[in-house]
């Protein structure tokens, strides 16, 4: 390895990358000295991924999950499986090669639906546990949505402690969606303040409600505003946001004397949210010990997950319909290869090829 250290300026520089590439040397690469470690063994895959996370991360939480990842301890967590998966195959395999022996355990349907329950429940825990830690690493979309003027803008202000919306008593003030983001307790929350659905003439607002249509759609939570002065009040949301996870809450509570014990009341005014942030931990469901866990938490890992689950349940089905044990073995086999991906141990070239261009450049 030649370091060069050069004083001057970026001419100077690139006239010494030049010089360097006139005698036969090349540009880095995007993850150049990150795949190098892994095609030579010194990193699995999911160490690897983890160099760009580290690097990606924007909050102490989501940094703290990639150093996990990093040193190795996340994929201590696939190792079990991949050798339980085997351990089955190896047993089938005996059976077939050597059924005269009979001081080895029977490979039965019995023992292969078995262990790909106990398996299956194992990747279970892993997808639930990823899927938190995905939230912990890349956050959430939350769309706050209400009728005109049920203090939306106000809500998104006191969240994000800025002015940054523009609030006034007149209705339709927001006619685009206002986008921010905070860090509440380690969760990273991109909220969108959308403007209010009413019927309305402004070309300019109908775009703006049109948008709203849409922020809703890409939600991963929507936080349903209503007037606590004014409960009652009918609107055109609950169409959109039936298949939603929602908190609805009751702003304007400082000007309400008598409240519903059943309900969530909030002041963006007095800035009283504290019920709505313990609210949105709840609803997103990361508890305490995800922040400490080492979990596969990125859409490659998980997707293998989920793949493996549905490929042993592949094996169990084909075990109570007693099909050919040596064909349940096949099915075990794709579901060991599946996991052996995840952490790149049998990984093509295009697919390591997709995942370093991610990298910046050398690292």
Same mark, same amino acid.
């Given at each position: 390895?030649?370091?060069?250290?050069?004083?001057?300026?970026?001419?100077?520089?690139?006239?010494?990358?030049?010089?360097?590439?006139?005698?036969?040397?090349?540009?880095?690469?995007?993850?150049?000295?990150?795949?190098?470690?892994?095609?030579?063994?010194?990193?699995?895959?999911?160490?690897?991924?983890?160099?760009?996370?580290?690097?990606?991360?924007?909050?102490?939480?989501?940094?703290?999950?990639?150093?996990?990842?990093?040193?190795?301890?996340?994929?201590?967590?696939?190792?079990?499986?991949?050798?339980?998966?085997?351990?089955?195959?190896?047993?089938?395999?005996?059976?077939?090669?050597?059924?005269?022996?009979?001081?080895?355990?029977?490979?039965?349907?019995?023992?292969?639906?078995?262990?790909?329950?106990?398996?299956?429940?194992?990747?279970?825990?892993?997808?639930?546990?990823?899927?938190?830690?995905?939230?912990?690493?890349?956050?959430?979309?939350?769309?706050?949505?209400? $009728?005109? !003027? =049920?203090? @939306?803008?106000?809500?998104?202000? #006191? %969240?994000? +402690?800025?002015? /940054?919306? *523009?609030?006034?008593?007149?209705?339709?003030?927001?006619?685009?969606?206002?986008?921010?983001?905070?860090?509440?307790?380690?969760?990273?929350?991109?909220?969108?303040?959308?403007?209010?659905?009413?019927?309305?003439?402004?070309?300019?607002?109908?775009?703006?409600?049109?948008?709203?249509?849409?922020?809703?759609?890409?939600?991963?939570?929507?936080?349903?505003?209503?007037? $606590?002065? !004014? =409960?009652? @009040?009918?609107?055109?949301?609950? #169409? %959109?946001? +039936?298949?939603? /996870?929602? *908190?609805?809450?009751?702003?304007?509570?400082?000007?309400?004397?008598?409240?519903?014990?059943?309900?969530?009341?909030?002041?963006?005014?007095?800035?009283?949210?504290?019920?709505?942030?313990?609210?949105?931990?709840?609803?997103?469901?990361?508890?305490?010990?995800?922040?400490?866990?080492?979990?596969?938490?990125?859409?490659?890992?998980?997707?293998?997950?989920?793949?493996?689950?549905?490929?042993?349940?592949?094996?169990?089905?084909?075990?109570?319909?007693?099909?050919?044990?040596?064909?349940?073995?096949?099915?075990?086999?794709?579901?060991?290869?599946?996991?052996?991906?995840?952490?790149?141990?049998?990984?093509?070239?295009?697919?390591?090829?997709?995942?370093?261009?991610?990298?910046?450049?050398?690292?």
């Amino acid at each position: 390895v030649v370091e060069i250290s050069c004083h001057g300026s970026m001419l100077i520089a690139n006239e010494i990358i030049e010089l360097m590439i006139k005698n036969g040397a090349r540009l880095a690469v995007r993850g150049e000295f990150t795949n190098r470690a892994y095609l030579n063994g010194k990193v699995d895959l999911v160490q690897a991924e983890a160099v760009n996370d580290m690097i990606t991360a924007t909050t102490k939480e989501a940094k703290k999950l990639s150093l996990l990842s990093l040193v190795g301890e996340t994929s201590k967590v696939v190792y079990p499986i991949r050798e339980r998966i085997a351990d089955v195959m190896s047993l089938i395999e005996v059976n077939i090669d050597y059924p005269e022996y009979r001081d080895i355990e029977e490979a039965s349907y019995t023992l292969v639906i078995s262990e790909v329950d106990y398996i299956n429940s194992e990747i279970k825990k892993l997808i639930d546990q990823g899927r938190q830690g995905q939230i912990i690493k890349e956050g959430i979309k939350v769309a706050i949505v209400g $009728a005109p !003027n =049920v203090g @939306k803008s106000s809500l998104l202000n #006191a %969240l994000l +402690k800025e002015d /940054k919306a *523009i609030v006034t008593d007149i209705a339709g003030t927001t006619r685009d969606v206002v986008e921010g983001e905070i860090n509440l307790h380690g969760l990273r929350l991109l909220l969108l303040d959308t403007a209010g659905i009413r019927e309305s003439k402004d070309a300019i607002e109908s775009i703006g409600i049109e948008k709203t249509k849409k922020s809703i759609e890409a939600a991963d939570l929507v936080i349903y505003v209503k007037d $606590a002065e !004014n =409960v009652d @009040k009918k609107d055109k949301f609950a #169409a %959109l946001i +039936k298949d939603k /996870k929602v *908190i609805t809450v009751y702003n304007k509570a400082d000007k309400v004397s008598k409240k519903d014990p059943t309900k969530l009341y909030i002041s963006a005014l007095t800035r009283d949210l504290g019920s709505l942030e313990k609210a949105i931990a709840a609803e997103v469901g990361v508890d305490k010990e995800s922040y400490l866990r080492p979990s596969l938490n990125n859409a490659r890992q998980l997707a293998l997950l989920r793949k493996a689950y549905e490929q042993l349940e592949v094996a169990k089905q084909e075990a109570l319909d007693e099909v050919a044990i040596d064909l349940v073995s096949v099915s075990l086999q794709q579901a060991f290869f599946i996991i052996k991906e995840i952490l790149g141990e049998n990984v093509d070239n295009d697919i390591s090829k997709e995942i370093f261009s991610r990298f910046c450049v050398g690292k």
